[in-house]
């Protein structure tokens, strides 16, 4: 009985160490984002770099690090080193600036400048000022091309004539016909694109992935260009993905069951993929050996 | 028979190299004025840096002088050739500009005065400052509608440089036509008059 009564407890009380522990990496991850906002905004705004004790915010850096586990936390703790990187990095230029002979004090000056009248200031500024010497001259080469360009130029009134219109018959034409002209396409895109991924399903079967190659892959190189093209359309709109083993050089495409949207809830990138002919040889190759 | 020398001789070689030069550096061939390092070198040869420095002193009677802007601000020691080949070289003023002068530069004497602040101000500042106090100071000086009007002109001239994050920089021109230094000490070194008011 005591023991039976005991197991609820302890599931109870780990679960609570579970949740505050959760609460605590949080606190440590916003910790951690005030850091880098901090150092974005001495970076960005140009503040006094050494308005925070980047000692002090190392160590707290240092202190959090064995919390992290996943990529995203550690991704987060690299950017703060990096921008704390930067911040020193920010006075070191100060330093060097303050022992340099152009540093004066930024407040002298402006009160100076401030002071000072229009005139004075024109005045001080002339005898610093070396304006650049610049010329622009036609060359005689310019000159022949223009001539050239002149001589061949219509007359205005042959210029503004309008462009006559043509006059056609009104007629009527078949939807096949329209097919036939490529001004229609026989299935509607996403009708095809539909198609095409049941295509997929059927044929990842049971392993629910397909190499890429095996599924783009057709008799010839234009028909495998156009699968190709459906195949990019199938993962962007988030019908497929691709599972890439770099290792091995090999690429699935792996379908979904379900469309899903990926915009906005992860980050998307593009991969491209080479689809020459040189490839398709050798695919074609592999295919008859 | 003696058959005549074809050799072109130094002087004549470096007569032409120089009137070369000249075109190079007077005439604007690109949106910027200014000839780069490496286009001297391919076309004056690799003792461009020699030629140049003839013609500067040629040019030194004109009051005129031969300016190089590095593109990592003017290194401390004697530059690499490296270095020579990525700055820009200019044909400037040897002196300054007189008051009476100044409308050759087709400025008025406030544009210049608030060219001055600008530049001033972001120099006391490493170089990199908010437009918002560049533009509390120019109120100071100029009225209010054209203190807008005269920043962008500054950037659109090349003299200041603007990021995303509104913070101005000293561009391209400034480098070669400021003396940066020389504006500093004379700053300090004036007295102040009477705060005029603006118009």
């Given amino acids: ?289 | 028979m003696e058959k005549p020398s074809t050799r072109v001789t130094r002087k004549a070689l470096y007569e032409r190299k120089l009137k070369r030069a000249t075109h190079l550096l007077f005439y604007k061939r690109h949106r910027r004025p200014g000839v780069k390092g490496w286009e001297l070198r391919k076309r004056l040869g690799s003792d461009y840096p020699k030629v140049l420095a003839l013609l500067d002193a040629y040019l030194e009677k004109l009051d005129l002088q031969i300016k190089t802007a590095y593109e990592e601000g003017k290194p401390a020691e004697k530059p690499t050739l490296e270095q020579l080949d990525r700055a820009r070289f200019f044909v400037t003023l040897r002196s300054g500009l007189t008051p009476r002068e100044t409308k050759l530069s087709g400025w008025r004497i406030d544009d210049i005065a608030g060219l001055a602040i600008a530049v001033a101000s972001i120099i006391a500042r490493k170089g990199k400052t908010s437009r918002d106090e560049v533009e509390s100071l120019l109120r100071d000086k100029l009225p209010g509608w054209r203190v807008d009007i005269n920043l962008d002109r500054y950037i659109k001239a090349g003299y200041l440089s603007q990021d995303d994050n509104n913070q101005l920089y000293l561009d391209w021109r400034t480098r070669a036509e400021v003396d940066e230094k020389a504006l500093v000490d004379l700053l300090l070194a004036v007295e102040g008059d009477n705060k005029e008011k603006t118009q």
């Fill in chain 1, 1 to 289: 009985m005591y023991t039976m009564l005991l197991c609820p407890i302890q599931s109870h009380g780990a679960k609570v160490r579970w949740v505050s522990s959760q609460a605590k990496k949080k606190k440590s991850e916003e910790h951690l984002q005030r850091i880098i906002d901090v150092c974005k905004s001495i970076e960005e705004r140009g503040l006094d770099p050494f308005a925070v004790d980047v000692e002090d915010l190392i160590e707290v850096v240092r202190d959090l690090f064995p919390e992290w586990e996943s990529i995203d936390e550690y991704s987060l703790d690299s950017e703060a080193v990096n921008r704390l990187a930067s911040v020193i990095k920010l006075q070191s230029d100060w330093i060097k600036h303050r022992s340099s002979s152009l540093y004066t004090d930024p407040f002298l000056i402006e009160e100076k400048l401030r002071k000072l009248s229009r005139e004075t200031l024109a005045r001080l500024f002339l005898n610093t000022w070396h304006p650049i010497i610049e010329m622009e001259q036609i060359s005689p080469y310019s000159l022949i091309e223009a001539i050239k360009y002149w001589q061949a130029l219509l007359p205005l009134d042959e210029r503004w004539t309008k462009t006559g219109t043509f006059k056609t018959e009104l007629g009527s034409t078949t939807r096949n016909a329209l097919i036939a002209q490529r001004i229609l396409a026989e299935q509607a895109f996403a009708e095809e694109l539909e198609t095409f991924w049941q295509e997929l399903k059927q044929k990842a079967g049971s392993k629910e992935k397909i190499l890429y190659w095996d599924f783009v892959g057709a008799d010839t190189y234009e028909e495998t260009s156009r699968r190709a093209y459906m195949t990019s359309f199938l993962v962007t709109y988030g019908y497929a993905t691709l599972e890439i083993h770099r290792l091995e050089e090999e690429t699935f495409i792996v379908p979904f069951s379900e469309p899903r949207s990926l915009v906005g809830k992860k980050q998307v990138i593009s991969v491209p993929v080479s689809v020459s002919y040189e490839e398709w040889k050798q695919w074609k190759n592999r295919q008859h050996a």
